[in-house]
Structure formats: C-alpha cells, structure tokens
C-alpha cells in the first residue's frame, strides 16, 4: 500500500508541475478590458478575456521572444527580475527530482526508501524556494504591472500548491517508513 501511494503521489506531483511550468500563475485587468496573464516564462496579453481562446499577444522574459514591451523589466528592478528569472530552473529542477523520485519508487519500492524520502524532500525545497520567489518577485519584477495589479489566481498557480502537498505527503510517508523501519 505505501509503494501505491509513493507512486501515486509523485506521480501526481510531477503532473501538476508540468501544468505549473506551462501555465499562467496570475494576471491583472488593464483600464480597456484586456488582460495581462503572466506564466514561468513569459507575460501573455489576452485582448478578449471573457471568450476563451482568444487573440493573444506573447512575449518570453527568458529568451527575450515576442512582443517584448510586455516583458520589459521594471525601471530600477534588476533584482526582483532576476528573481524572477530563477523561478523556471527551481521549479523545473523540482520537477525533475520528482521524476527521478517516482522512477526510483517503480524500479526499486523497498530498498531505496531513504533515497526516496531525500528525492521527494529535495524536490519540494526547490518548488516551495521557486514558488516564494515568484510570489515575491512577479508583481516587482516587469514593467506592465507597474500600473496593473497583479494577483495570483490562475489555475498553475494552484497546481504548483497541489504538488507541493504532494510532495510534502510523498516525504513525509518515506520518511516514516525508513524511521520505522517497514517494508
């Protein structure tokens, strides 16, 4: 039973964070109606929020792709978007742990418990050091929302939280399983 949870829980962490890499983690309402929606790796201004799939104007903060006047720094912000720019490696570095996390519960459930327990611990460090990065970091760090409040309510943003959890329950049971010693 412990093997199917580990499995499961990492398992469901490791696809909440894809959808926490791809996604809008919030976004703010400009004066004429649009809508600016800002992800891990770039800023998307949405020009007809209320109907879904609408025209779009991307650009990415990482490479410097797009329609870059959306994804200009801040003045005087060079800190909070260099922040900023570290949230994708940390939570990708998460994910990656995850992974390696899960492999390790499918190929090998009952020798590698300590290994498991640090995988999963190690991964929700770097998720939870990612995540307080960008919530500290995101409404400072680019030029648009200088006028525009930003608020953290889009569904990767949520997804990051899940995953966490699922980290935290993934750790939590490895480690109690490695200091009590059961198969």
């Not at 990708?92 to 999963?120: E, H």
Request: hydrophobic residues 50%; proline residues 4%.
């Amino acid at each position: 039973m412990r093997v199917k949870l580990l499995l499961a829980s990492s398992f469901l962490a490791v696809v909440f964070l894809a959808i926490a890499l791809r996604g809008p983690w919030g976004s703010g309402m400009a004066d004429d109606g649009t809508r600016f929606d800002v992800s891990l790796h770039g800023v998307s201004h949405v020009l007809h929020p209320r109907i879904l799939r609408s025209a779009h104007y991307d650009c990415t903060y990482l490479t410097g792709k797009g329609a870059v006047e959306n994804c200009t720094p801040a003045p005087e912000s060079d800190t909070p978007f260099s922040m900023l720019c570290s949230v994708f490696p940390l939570v990708m570095t998460g994910l990656l742990l995850a992974i390696a996390s899960a492999y390790l519960t499918y190929a090998s459930p009952y020798r590698t418990k300590a290994t498991q327990a640090a995988l999963s611990a190690a991964s929700l460090a770097a998720v939870f050091a990612g995540t307080s990065v960008a919530q500290i970091s995101m409404q400072r760090a680019l030029r648009v929302f200088d006028e525009i409040p930003l608020y953290l309510n889009r569904y990767a943003f949520y997804s990051v939280w899940i995953a966490m959890g699922l980290l935290l329950f993934a750790a939590a049971l490895s480690t109690t399983s490695t200091l009590l010693k059961h198969d």
